[in-house]
Each structure stands twice: as structure tokens, then as C-alpha cells.
């Protein structure tokens, strides 16, 4: 009686330190999922170390891809026609998978809770935000007014203290990017 084999034998999947074998990694960077049992890809999606290891088989995989078709083109090979192996649908779904998604959602819920104190602060300072444009929106939308009809008259004996006034803020908003610009050209190296 005769059985034939679908898998790897369990003395080829997992190294005596633990972690998956050189052939393992090897079929798992050609596609061949149905030959490695479930056991050593749950392993290689937790272990850093196999993982690297598994993109160096895959990269190496590749090489060796292209190495096949340059040599293909030069001299015809005849193709042989595969068994399909039959695959649980538990292993077709792990080996669709695209995205590591646990390690995204974990990853979200790191920046969410690290991000938590910025936010309440950020929340915090609204209400002060707006209190305080909302105390100077009367007095703004007042001299907007007055400057709008062409009657500087109507702001009264202010009139010349408020041009004053726009006028040293726009020399020392003039200073301070003259000043901004010369720091960071002294920085890069001008003058």
C-alpha cells in the first residue's frame, strides 16, 4: 500500500533551536504554503528573527526566478505539468492575507493611547481659545466698521492712536522676519 506525502516531515520543519528550518523558509519564499504545517507559519509570523530570515529566502527566491527566465530564454525548457496539493481553506486564507492586521491594530491603539494626554490638552484649551476671540470679535468688528463707512471720525480721538499702533505692529512684524530670515540664512552658511 502506497500513501503519498502533502507535507514536509516534521523533522525538517523546526531547527533544535526552535525556530523553522532553512527548507521550511524556503517553500514557504516559493508559495509552497501546503507544505508547511500550520505550526511553523503561526512561528513565522511571530518570530522577528525567522521573519527576517523568510524575506532573505523570498529575495534569494526571486534571484533565482530570474536567473530561471534569462536562462529559459536562451534555451527552451520543457514544462511539466504540477499536481495541484490540496489546501485547507483555513491555509488559503492565511496565505491571501496582504497585511500584518494585528500588528496595525496594535500599532493604532499605541498612537491612540500615546496620543491621549495631547488631545485632552488640546480639548482643554478650546474653551479659552474661543472665549478669547470671542472678547475681541465686538471691538474688532467695531473698528472694521468704522474704517469700512470712510469715517475715521467715528472711532474718535482714537483714530490717530489706532493708526499708530497698526503701524508700529507692521514695523516690528517686519523686524522679526527680517531678523527670522537673517538667523536661518546664517544657519545654512550666507551671510
Known amino acids: 500500500m502506497t500513501t503519498t506525502r502533502t ?4 523533522d525538517l520543519i523546526f531547527a533544535p533551536d526552535g525556530h523553522v528550518t532553512e527548507l521550511c523558509l524556503g517553500c514557504v519564499a516559493d508559495g509552497e504554503l501546503a507544505l ?25 527566491s526571486l534571484d533565482v526566478g530570474d536567473a530561471l527566465r ?3 530564454r536562451r534555451a527552451p525548457v520543457p514544462v511539466v505539468e504540477a499536481t495541484p ?22 500599532a493604532v491603539v499605541i498612537a491612540v493611547v500615546t496620543a491621549g494626554p ?5 480639548v482643554d484649551g478650546v474653551p ?4 478669547g476671540v470671542l472678547s475681541w470679535l465686538p471691538t474688532v468688528a467695531r473698528i472694521g466698521a468704522a474704517f469700512l463707512r470712510g469715517a475715521p471720525a467715528a472711532v474718535g480721538p482714537w483714530a490717530l492712536g ?15 522676519v527680517a531678523r527670522a530670515m537673517s538667523r536661518a540664512r546664517s544657519v545654512e552658511g550666507g551671510v
Open 7 to 10: 507535507g514536509l516531515p516534521p
Open 36 to 60: 508547511v504545517p500550520l505550526a511553523a507559519l503561526d512561528h513565522l509570523d511571530g518570530c522577528a528573527r525567522c521573519g527576517e530570515r523568510l524575506g532573505q529566502a523570498a529575495l534569494l
Open 70 to 72: 534569462a536562462a529559459s
Open 85 to 106: 496539493v490540496p489546501v485547507s481553506p483555513r491555509r488559503a486564507a492565511r496565505a491571501r492575507r496582504p497585511l500584518p492586521l494585528a500588528a496595525i491594530a496594535v
Open 118 to 122: 495631547a488631545l485632552v490638552d488640546a
Open 128 to 131: 479659552s481659545l474661543v472665549v
Open 162 to 176: 489706532l493708526e499708530v499702533a497698526s503701524a508700529a505692529m507692521f514695523v516690528v512684524a517686519g523686524l522679526s
